[in-house]
């Protein structure tokens, strides 16, 4: 009895470590699950120097803890006392257009942002044999996915975020939205669930890259985290 509950204690700490390895804790996994009004603001899955030298320290410090925080708190302010408090994020999202635009910019900016932290992280690696199959299927190749994907951000005008998604025939798809929009959103122009994020308000990238977006977009590229893009993308079309 002694050695199973000590294999138990060993295997717990363990499976939690191999989750925050992979970016994609059990606190983020269930955002989109619960209620509005439960949602508690979560955590990195890295430390903020850990994009170094891509994204700097001081970038990540600031962009999460004080951009994507007070979108959070503005967020769960909009909804307070309302019916949606007590809806997902993904249910207000699907009738978006139904509420005050606090409620889309703030949730926006606060979901869209999880999202983005889980896209990136050291050492991107690769994409997974099932979803480069999907890429070369759907762009020809991973280097056209790439000049795609790029463009959507580099043309982006103002501030925004570019998107690989899967839409409802489990097809992937390149788009752009404005501001805090996402594809999760009734009011984007394509609708479907978006797999890797990359934010392109200038709050992601100006003290290190200033006005030069486009490094900032060519360096995003060495920092995706493929194995839960992959695993999300697997997860969408099993």
């Not at 007070?70 to 408090?85: H, I, P, Q, R, S």
Request: glycine share 6%; with cysteine; proline share 4%.
């Amino acid at each position: 009895m002694k050695n199973i509950i000590l294999l138990i204690l060993i295997a717990v700490p363990l499976l939690a470590t191999a989750q925050n390895n992979n970016g994609l804790s059990n606190n983020k996994k269930c955002i989109s699950m619960k209620a509005i009004n439960t949602l508690e603001f979560p955590q990195l899955p890295y430390s903020t120097d850990a994009l170094e030298p891509f994204i700097d320290q001081q970038t990540v410090e600031i962009h999460y803890g004080k951009h994507q925080k007070a979108y959070f708190d503005n967020f769960l302010a909009a909804v307070k006392g309302t019916d949606a408090e007590n809806l997902t994020i993904l249910e207000v999202f699907k009738n978006i257009s139904k509420y005050p635009a606090a409620v889309k910019n703030n949730g926006g900016g606060f979901y869209n942002h999880v999202i983005y932290w889980e896209s990136i992280k050291p050492n991107s690696g690769k994409p997974s044999a099932k979803l480069a199959e999907a890429i070369n299927k759907k762009f020809g190749s991973l280097d056209e996915l790439k000049k795609q994907f790029s463009d959507a951000g580099k043309t982006r005008f103002g501030s925004g975020w570019a998107w690989l998604s899967v839409d409802e025939k489990g097809e992937l798809f390149v788009s752009s939205t404005a501001n805090q929009e996402s594809p999760l959103m009734d009011v984007a122009e394509k609708q479907g669930t978006p797999i890797l994020a990359m934010d392109v308000w200038e709050h992601a990238y100006y003290l290190k890259y200033q006005n030069r977006r486009p490094d900032y977009i060519e360096s995003f590229w060495q920092i995706i985290n493929w194995d839960v893009v992959s695993s999300k993308y697997e997860a969408l079309v099993k």
